[in-house]
Structure formats: structure tokens, C-alpha cells
């Protein structure tokens, strides 16, 4: 898989990019989760979700945030993280120029990037947000949500909560134009530690799969 490095608003962001060959394949971009707490574009979850969404037929970008391995500045409380995202997906969509569909997906602190991206950038037809942290940052920005999207947490999660998600999912059913699907794996913690892994990356390969043939946003 090429390691790439391209210019972020800090300087340069390192990634791995993998292409397929059809030039019109989906686009998705995978963002990990916080920096300040181990978090790297090599996260498990993150290297799963990937590889979940190559194996689908999407082209996907993940990268590190600032101050993470290769990529130049250091933590700006996720303003900045935001920012990197944009010109991540800048970098993807610049070579992908034909792509139908542009998907977002995050982890934890990435999900919370992930959703405000989605905010900022009306191309994105879809999200997968796993064990996002309702209970420590505001997604109250989500109003309205523009695309649909899918929720998966584990219901062991003692990082994030379950009640706080199932908070933000509720708020989020009542918008109108858009389907936020919500998935709780039994079991599962923030992390997805085996064997939740498999479970996780199954039920959004699915639920991927199942938008990929509707044409609903």
C-alpha cells in the first residue's frame, strides 16, 4: 500500500493511500482517534475499517492527524484536526475525480472529526462513526445531520458510554430527510477487542454494501 505524505494546513500529513483501478470507484476517508491517547492511522479499528471498505471497491485515505507520527504541527484540540481532515480529503478527491460516492468514517476522536466534516462538506453521501464520544464532546453541530449514516458502539464500552450514544442516536432519529442506523454489539468494548472485531467490521461491510445499491443520500 503506498505511503503517501501530502500538504496539510501545518505542513506535510502522512498516509497510505490504496487506489483501485477502476477510476470512477467510491472514495472513503478513515480518520483514528485522539493523539494525546495513543491514537494513529494504524489503530486497529482504523486499519480494519480500511481495509473493510477497499475490500468493498472504495479507494480509501486514511493519514495521521498533526503531530502523529510523520505528520508535521502538533495537537490543536480537534480545530486543527478538522482542518487536516479537509485537506485529506482534498488530496483524495484531487485524484479521484469521478467518484460517485464519498464516504466518511472515524473512530472514537475520529468520529467526532468525522461528523464535523460531514457538516462542512455537502459531497459526502455517507458516514460509519464507531464508539463515537458523546459523553465528552458536543455533537450538537449535527443539526441538521446531512447525510445518513451508520452509529456502531459497543455495549461494554466504558470510554464512551452507551446511554450517551444512544442520546445522540435519539436526537438524531427525529431529523427528517436522513436515516441514522444504529448498531450495539453484545459484548464489545471501545476498542472492539476480538472476537468483536470480525463482528463490528461485518455489520458495516453490510450496512455499506446495502447504501451502495440504494441511491439515497
Known amino acids: 500500500m503506498p505511503e503517501v505524505i501530502f500538504p496539510g494546513p501545518e505542513g506535510r500529513l502522512e498516509g497510505r493511500y490504496h487506489p483501485q483501478k477502476d477510476r470512477d470507484a467510491p472514495i472513503a476517508i478513515v480518520l483514528h482517534p485522539h493523539p494525546q491517547f ?15 471498505f477497499y475490500n468493498m471497491g472504495f479507494t480509501v485515505l486514511r493519514f495521521n492527524f498533526r503531530g502523529v507520527g510523520r505528520s508535521q504541527g502538533e495537537y ?64 450538537s453541530f449535527l443539526a441538521p445531520c446531512p447525510a445518513s449514516g451508520l452509529i456502531i458502539n459497543g455495549l461494554n464500552d466504558r470510554v464512551a458510554p452507551p446511554a450517551d450514544t444512544r442520546t445522540l442516536v435519539g ?47
Open 76 to 139: 490543536d484540540q480537534g480545530v486543527g484536526e478538522l482542518s487536516d481532515a479537509a485537506s485529506a480529503l482534498d488530496y483524495l478527491q484531487s485524484m479521484n475525480n469521478n467518484s460517485k460516492h464519498c464516504w466518511v468514517a472515524g473512530f472514537s476522536f475520529g468520529a467526532w472529526i468525522g461528523m464535523q466534516l460531514l457538516m462542512r462538506r455537502p459531497e459526502i453521501t455517507g458516514f460509519v462513526s464507531v464508539s463515537p464520544p458523546a459523553n465528552m464532546y458536543d455533537f
Open 171 to 217: 436526537k438524531l432519529k427525529e431529523q427528517k430527510g436522513i436515516t441514522v442506523t444504529h448498531e450495539q454489539i453484545e459484548g464489545a468494548g471501545h476498542f472492539f477487542e476480538e472476537p468483536h472485531m470480525g463482528t463490528m467490521i461485518g455489520t458495516v461491510t453490510d450496512y455499506v454494501k446495502r447504501r451502495l445499491t440504494e441511491s439515497t443520500r
Open 38 to 52: 495513543g491514537g494513529t492511522m494504524n489503530n486497529k479499528v482504523v486499519y480494519n475499517l480500511h481495509y473493510a
